[in-house]
């Protein structure tokens, strides 16, 4: 029997199905990635005995259920609160050990002593409303973040970034080892000289 | 002379389209690898609240995500208009927090399970109280690392 040609196959609706499931898949696609503000919380267990804070290394936060900031027990706007926190954290009172070399705050006696002893404390209400409770954290985030660029310029020119983009530089995946190696410890320098202590108390509940 | 006689006839020839689907299968695997399926429906509103001092948050494999909001439209007349937590497919109460927590942490890989992230997306119309308890439920199993999970916005947007 003479061979026969195998008979070509019709390629012609290819595209069409490529394009079909192309279409699919760019429906279903999201590419975007989360993002937000990142917290720790404080562990369980009780610390034993709790130590010691002076009243004026505390700076207090009451966001009430009205939604109104108190701040230090004086109603104030959001707008404020950023300079607030920067000028308590900044203040570096302390005398002697606690000297704070690096501040640039007015060294107000009856505010804090050092960045590292400083402490915001953060309260809210059962009834107070989340985006308001965000917009407070995120003040609060932007004063520490202040300080920290301000600081990490001032140390480090050479690197031309600021704190916030070398930290975010520095978590970026695609930024070679060598160079999040030489940032790590210039990172680590900043954040030690103003730790973020920001504490979530339990609320208070309504009676 | 006869090097520079134009080319008879004007009509063009057909731009062959035997690579098309070339490109487009090119096109195709490009968005297949890119793609995350979204594992779960939402069953709450989530209007996330605005924030500009964020981080990125990165690499989904460490992330754990807990939803919270009102029910939205569809469900409402089930489940209430109360504020509600939604875990992967499910409603859930606060108790089961940190059951979920802990059966989602033995599912990831082993040298992972220390550096996972609790990803809370809580509508912002939510009260702090439920975001409380669920923080108290989060901190009884030790996932201690949250993210509040925002929009790229000014703060402003969320006072008025």
Same mark, same amino acid.
């Given at each position: 029997?003479?061979?026969?040609?195998?008979?070509?196959?019709?390629?012609?609706?290819?595209?069409?199905?490529?394009?079909?499931?192309?279409?699919?898949?760019?429906?279903?696609?999201?590419?975007?990635?989360?993002?937000?503000?990142?917290?720790?919380?404080?562990?369980?267990?009780?610390?034993?005995?709790?130590?010691?804070?002076?009243?004026?290394?505390?700076?207090?936060?009451?966001?009430?259920?009205?939604?109104?900031?108190?701040?230090?027990?004086?109603?104030?706007?959001?707008?404020?609160?950023?300079?607030?926190?920067?000028?308590?954290?900044?203040?570096?009172?302390?005398?002697?050990?606690?000297?704070?070399?690096?501040?640039?705050?007015?060294?107000?006696?009856?505010?804090?002593?050092?960045?590292?002893?400083?402490?915001?404390?953060?309260?809210?209400?059962?009834?107070?409303?989340?985006?308001?409770?965000?917009?407070?954290?995120?003040?609060?985030?932007?004063?520490?973040?202040?300080?920290?660029?301000?600081?990490?310029?001032?140390?480090y020119?050479n690197v031309?970034l600021?704190?916030?983009?070398a930290?975010?530089k520095y978590?970026?995946?695609?930024t070679s080892a060598e160079v999040a190696e030489d940032l790590k410890p210039k990172l680590?320098?900043?954040?030690?000289?103003?730790?973020?202590?920001?504490?979530?108390?339990?609320?208070?509940?309504?009676? | 002379?006869?090097?520079?006689?134009?080319?008879?006839?004007?009509?063009?020839?057909?731009?062959?389209?035997?690579?098309?689907?070339?490109?487009?299968?090119?096109?195709?695997?490009?968005?297949?690898?890119?793609?995350?399926?979204?594992?779960?429906?939402?069953?709450?509103?989530? #209007?996330?609240?605005?924030?500009?001092? /964020? =981080?990125?948050? @990165? !690499?989904?494999?460490? $992330?754990?995500?807990?939803? %919270?909001?009102?029910?939205?439209?569809?469900?409402?007349? #089930?489940?209430?208009?109360?504020?509600? /937590? =939604?875990?992967? @497919? !499910?409603?859930?109460? $606060?108790?089961?927090?940190? %059951?979920?927590?802990?059966?989602?942490?033995?599912?990831?890989?082993?040298?992972?399970?220390?550096?996972?992230?609790?990803?809370? !997306?809580?509508?912002?119309?939510?009260?702090?109280?439920?975001?409380?308890?669920?923080?108290?439920?989060?901190?009884?199993?030790?996932?201690?690392?949250?993210?509040?999970?925002?929009?790229?916005?000014?703060?402003?947007?969320?006072?008025?």
């Amino acid at each position: 029997m003479a061979k026969r040609a195998a008979p070509e196959v019709n390629a012609g609706s290819m595209a069409d199905i490529a394009f079909l499931l192309l279409i699919f898949f760019l429906v279903t696609t999201t590419i975007e990635t989360d993002s937000g503000l990142n917290r720790k919380l404080p562990p369980m267990e009780d610390q034993v005995d709790p130590p010691i804070i002076r009243e004026k290394n505390i700076f207090t936060v009451v966001v009430n259920k009205n939604n109104q900031l108190l701040v230090e027990e004086k109603l104030t706007d959001v707008a404020e609160l950023r300079q607030l926190a920067i000028d308590f954290l900044d203040n570096g009172g302390g005398v002697g050990e606690e000297a704070c070399d690096y501040c640039q705050g007015a060294r107000d006696e009856a505010s804090s002593d050092n960045p590292d002893k400083a402490i915001i404390s953060l309260k809210n209400d059962r009834e107070t409303s989340y985006k308001v409770y965000i917009a407070v954290q995120n003040e609060l985030v932007a004063a520490y973040n202040d300080l920290r660029n301000r600081e990490f310029l001032r140390l480090y020119p050479n690197v031309g970034l600021n704190f916030v983009d070398a930290e975010k530089k520095y978590d970026d995946p695609r930024t070679s080892a060598e160079v999040a190696e030489d940032l790590k410890p210039k990172l680590d320098v900043v954040k030690k000289m103003y730790p973020q202590k920001l504490s979530e108390a339990e609320p208070n509940k309504t009676s | 002379m006869s090097k520079f006689k134009k080319k008879k006839g004007g009509d063009l020839p057909a731009i062959s389209t035997a690579s098309l689907p070339d490109i487009v299968f090119m096109l195709l695997f490009f968005f297949m690898v890119a793609t995350v399926m979204r594992d779960s429906t939402l069953m709450v509103a989530n #209007k996330l609240p605005a924030a500009d001092q /964020i =981080q990125k948050l @990165d !690499k989904k494999d460490r $992330v754990m995500y807990i939803y %919270a909001g009102k029910p939205s439209s569809r469900y409402e007349d #089930k489940y209430g208009k109360s504020a509600k /937590i =939604q875990l992967n @497919d !499910k409603f859930a109460s $606060v108790g089961e927090v940190g %059951a979920f927590i802990l059966a989602e942490r033995a599912a990831k890989r082993q040298e992972l399970q220390n550096v996972l992230t609790t990803a809370l !997306k809580v509508d912002s119309e939510t009260k702090m109280g439920l975001v409380q308890d669920i923080k108290q439920e989060l901190r009884k199993v030790s996932a201690l690392k949250i993210n509040y999970t925002t929009r790229v916005g000014d703060y402003s947007q969320n006072i008025n």
